[in-house]
């Protein structure tokens, strides 16, 4: 791999990619080529094939690029060929939602704990998972080595509940409280906030 930053642009694309490739398995599929990828992604074919260099020569001119061999590349290059385990703070609709989609993600990455500061929440299973007390957050992380975070609790509550992931050595965090949480240089953290963007998409309205 080459020693030179990637943005996060092209890291964001290459889940796209990886879709994408599941899906030309599932069809049987074992060749594809950067103008297909672009054609079914409404990407320019020229990006595809920049993007995946910075990783590597992947394809073989003419040919294109096997399907099979591309999903392990960059599978490895996610890091999505070593387990991943998850915690979720914030057993609330949104929370529940997403322990519940649990069983769709890749056993790789997954939801390996729950918790919530509502004793009235506390001891619930959701999909398998018991509802743990904050109190046993620090602990149960490090048992599990926990590496990402996801946030789930009200604005108010979230910079709390970063801070207690980032204290019990948690890595990254996907915050879905509609806040902008701090962090130090170390921890990586994504924000997805569904009031901006709704609001971003009613600019696009006629």
């Known amino acids: 791999m080459k020693t030179i930053k990637i943005s996060e642009a092209v890291v964001r694309r290459l889940p796209i990619y990886l879709r994408f ?32 260099a910075y990783f590597g020569e992947f394809g073989k001119k003419g040919i294109g690029y096997d399907v099979a061999y591309l999903i392990e590349k960059i599978r490895q290059i996610l890091k999505l060929d070593k387990q991943i385990p998850v915690a979720l703070v914030g057993a609330g609709n949104l ?29 619930e299973t959701i999909n398998n998972l018991i509802v743990q007390p904050m109190e046993e957050l620090r602990e149960t992380i490090k048992k599990l080595n926990v590496r ?16 207690q992931f980032i204290e019990s050595g948690t890595e990254a965090i996907l915050n879905f409280a509609p806040i902008n949480i701090k962090v130090p ?22």
């Open 21 to 52: 490739l599941n899906e030309l398995t599932m069809k049987n599929i074992n060749t594809v080529s950067s103008q297909d990828l672009g054609l079914k992604l409404d990407l320019n074919p020229a990006q595809i094939r920049k993007d995946l």
């Open 95 to 123: 929370g529940r939602a997403l322990c519940n989609y649990n069983a769709y993600l890749n056993d790789q990455m997954k939801i390996v704990a729950v918790f919530d500061a509502s004793p009235g929440k506390v001891g």
């Open 148 to 163: 990402i975070g996801i946030i789930t609790v009200p604005a108010l509550e979230a910079q709390n509940v970063a801070n």
């Open 185 to 206: 240089g170390e921890v990586r953290v994504h924000h997805a906030d569904f009031t901006t963007e709704l609001q971003s998409l009613a600019y696009y309205l006629d």
